[in-house]
């Protein structure tokens, strides 16, 4: 089992950035292949990226492809999600994500393990 916790979010303008981190605890995070996903106000979660085991492979969605980067860090048990040219459509609440499948899981019932997220909030 792991536990996952993030950190970074917070209040940023239009076209500013942020990077999120996803500390994992328990069993070591290598064993996971990793993802964010977010939920805003009144809408469903959904997924914004993810990278397998080793960080050799990623998928991003659509709308934030080009703007945000997923990497992770194996000896630091930490996954990161540096955000770029954010909008206001990104606000939302970000989850990090584990799951014991393999490749990059995109849909939320394929990941095992959630923290509790961060709030991003972004202001036009």
């Known amino acids: 089992q792991v536990q996952l916790v993030e950190s970074g979010g917070g209040l940023v303008q239009a076209g500013g950035s942020l990077r999120l981190s996803c500390a994992a605890s328990g069993r070591t995070s290598s064993a996971y292949a990793m993802g964010w996903l977010r939920q805003a106000p009144g809408k469903e979660r959904e997924f914004v990226a993810a990278?397998?085991?080793?960080?050799?492979?990623?998928n991003y969605a659509d709308s934030v492809k080009g703007r945000f980067t997923i990497s992770r860090d194996n000896a630091k048990n930490t996954v990161y999600l540096q955000m770029n040219g954010l909008k206001p459509e990104d606000t939302a609440v970000y989850y990090c994500?584990?799951?014991?499948?393999?490749?990059?899981?995109?849909?939320?019932?394929?990941?095992?393990?959630w923290g509790q997220g961060t709030q991003v909030t972004v202001s036009s």
């Open positions: 994500a584990a799951t014991v499948r393999r490749g990059v899981p995109t849909r939320q019932y394929e990941y095992d393990y």
């Open positions: 990278i397998n085991r080793s960080g050799g492979g990623t």
